[in-house]
């Protein structure tokens, strides 16, 4: 009987009922969406550096795991290339293009004969050193085929092919053009190792840090497990910022709904309390009305953060990557509710306590 009474409540008042619920699952995505995104990004990372197929990764002594600002001799690279087991090494010069964008230099050779090289959708590797490639999320995003121009690092370069998106960063060019850009001249980013047996990793890696004590040393397993909210310095508070924001526009926007409602109903709740309603009963029913609504705002919150993904797949593949993140759902529902509840409070304890006969005389 309560539940129907509740249902009946909300559907006396389709307008608010549907505001709230929109405004709640506003909150839900834009949450799902943050969190998606951050995952999404670091996840694409990691699949990325993956691709490589490598074994090993070296690493500049100050770098740490979400920048590429420190660079290392490239000499470097004799010391692991004498290292037993290691059958391919190849050098990597990784430079940012502002936001989230990164240019990778490569010397071409080397890094096919560790990788395997590129699977080309349209021309092939660059044969000039105004030549670049694009994977194919950057092409698609910026609606780039080979033969265009395409300008990066203050310069105009030649798309020279376009390679099946999921390894290195979206834009490749030559090494040493990328050195001399930058001047950066005899220096990469980090350095890329493939054994002719994966089970020695440790062991390689436990003899090159004898050899090369300042330097970070990495299993590929190892390093892209390093790519987590975590380690991103401040995302962690960022996204605790966005859900503070959430709970406190869920709070106000059912304060509203409910501070209103009760208001309205002020002769409805004289008329259950001479009727011998409890003021547990009265708040009872608006508790469960907020809870009906932070349920339903949820739910469609997680189908909008399907849109959002379409949206920013569609809109901008080579820049954004949102991911679904179901484990968050109980969680973006849970602040929902919290922040609906918070803000039911109020209005709830006040037509708890309202007297019987001056709430059926109110007018």
């Keep these: 009987m309560t539940n129907k009474l509740v249902v009946e409540n909300l559907k006396h008042r389709p307008l608010r009922t549907l505001l709230s619920v929109v405004v709640i699952s506003i909150q839900v995505t834009m949450v799902l969406t943050l969190v998606g995104l951050s995952n999404g990004m670091l996840d694409d990372q990691a699949r990325r550096v993956r691709g490589v197929g490598a074994d090993i990764m070296v690493r500049a002594p100050s770098s740490s795991v979400m920048a590429f ?55 092939g590797p660059f044969q000039h050193p105004d030549d670049v490639m ?12 080979v033969g265009d121009k395409l300008q990066a690092l203050n310069r105009s370069w030649r798309v020279s092919g376009i390679y099946e998106a999921g390894t290195l960063t979206r834009i490749v060019v030559p090494l040493d053009v990328l050195q001399d850009l930058t001047a950066n001249n005899g220096k990469i980013t980090m350095i890329y190792a493939k054994l002719d047996d994966s089970s020695r990793t440790n062991q390689v890696i436990a003899a090159l840090r004898s050899k090369l004590k300042d330097y970070q040393i990495y299993s590929m397993e190892e390093y892209t497990s390093l790519f987590s909210v975590a380690n991103v310095p401040m995302l962690k508070q960022f996204i605790w910022v966005v859900i503070g924001l959430g709970v406190l526009v869920g709070f106000l926007v059912v304060f509203l709904s409910m501070y209103t409602a009760v208001l309205e109903r002020t002769r409805e709740i004289g008329v259950l309390k001479a009727l011998g309603a409890s003021p547990g009963y009265v708040l009872n029913i608006l508790m469960r009305e907020t ?60 037509a708890a306590r309202q007297d019987a006969v001056e709430a059926l005389s109110y007018e």
Excluded: C
């Design 291 to 350: 809870t009906l609504l932070a349920l339903a705002g949820s739910v469609l919150g997680i189908l909008l953060s399907y849109v959002t993904r379409f949206a920013i797949s569609s809109l901008v593949p080579g820049t954004l990557i949102q991911a679904i993140v179901p484990f968050w759902w109980p969680i973006a529902g849970g602040i929902a509710i919290v922040g609906a509840w918070l803000g039911a409070i109020y209005p709830g304890l006040k």
């Design 69 to 123: 600002s420190a660079n290392m001799p490239e000499k470097i690279m004799s010391v692991v290339e004498k290292e037993p087991h290691v059958v391919a090494v190849t050098g990597a010069l990784t430079q940012g293009t502002g936001g989230f964008g990164y240019v990778t230099g490569i010397d071409l050779t080397s890094f096919n004969k560790l990788s395997g090289g590129f699977h080309f959708l349209e021309g």
């Design 134 to 145: 694009v994977d194919s999320y950057y092409a698609s995003e910026q609606k780039l085929h």
